[in-house]
């Protein structure tokens, strides 16, 4: 493929992710070069489609694998760029940016060694919390992407700080907080609250490349997975 630039490029890529095929989406945008991709997949986490948004953090995720597999550095970068984007002083807000880094630190192993402590920090009030609710939705499906990789690091003190979204008024961040916990470790009796197991309420929840309308019981039964296929392609 040949290497476009600027505009040309971020409109190839726009292009690319409204594809249906997921597969081949991601490789074709995998023939253009990492470090031109990198800001491209960046301007998309701001798109005005929920769908277009969700499907460039899955291709920020597979970028970053690459990195560091390739530069380890430049994947470092790439994860000091998406922590600054959640920091007050960078004068934004980091949409999309803590769903990269779940994304990311569940594909590789190097890197969620060294940056998953400061994703979960995010929930924690005596760390980085994040206080924002929108940007707190993100942090959530951002854990729960990386302990649904590493389930051991879903320590009892992350537990707690997720549960307490269990009884959240916003349906999102309760449905990710369900997907967290529940695909990170084996459901057992009471290892979710009852009102959890039966609550009937759906909602629109991302699969991997489209949207998937489910019950909030359901994500839980199935281990955070109601559709069988979130995150169920290979790393």
């Not at 995720?61 to 600054?84: I, S, T």
Request: proline share 4%; charged share 20%; net charge positive.
């Amino acid at each position: 493929m040949a290497k476009p630039h600027g505009r040309k490029t971020r409109q190839m890529v726009g292009e690319i992710l409204q594809s249906r095929d997921r597969k081949k989406a991601l490789e074709q945008l995998a023939k253009i070069p990492d470090m031109q991709l990198v800001g491209h997949l960046f301007s998309h986490f701001y798109a005005t489609s929920e769908l277009i948004k969700f499907r460039s953090i899955t291709a920020m995720g597979l970028l970053g694998k690459r990195l560091a597999a390739g530069h380890m550095e430049n994947a470092r970068n790439l994860m000091r760029r998406l922590m600054w984007n959640l920091n007050d002083e960078s004068g934004g807000i980091g949409w999309g940016s803590a769903e990269a880094m779940g994304e990311i630190t569940g594909r590789s192993p190097a890197l969620a060694e060294e940056y998953a402590s400061i994703l979960f920090s995010f929930l924690d009030p005596k760390a980085n919390y994040i206080d924002n609710p929108l940007l707190q939705q993100g942090v959530l499906w951002g854990i729960g992407t990386c302990v649904r990789a590493f389930p051991d690091k879903l320590t009892p003190h992350l537990a707690g700080l997720i549960g307490l979204f269990l009884d959240d008024r916003d349906e999102t961040k309760k449905a990710y907080a369900v997907r967290a916990l529940a695909g990170a470790a084996p459901l057992s009796p009471g290892f979710l609250p009852g009102h959890i197991l039966a609550d009937t309420k759906k909602i629109q929840l991302y699969t991997g490349w489209h949207f998937a309308l489910t019950r909030i019981c359901d994500l839980a039964r199935s281990g955070g997975d109601a559709q069988g296929q979130i995150q169920a392609t290979s790393k």
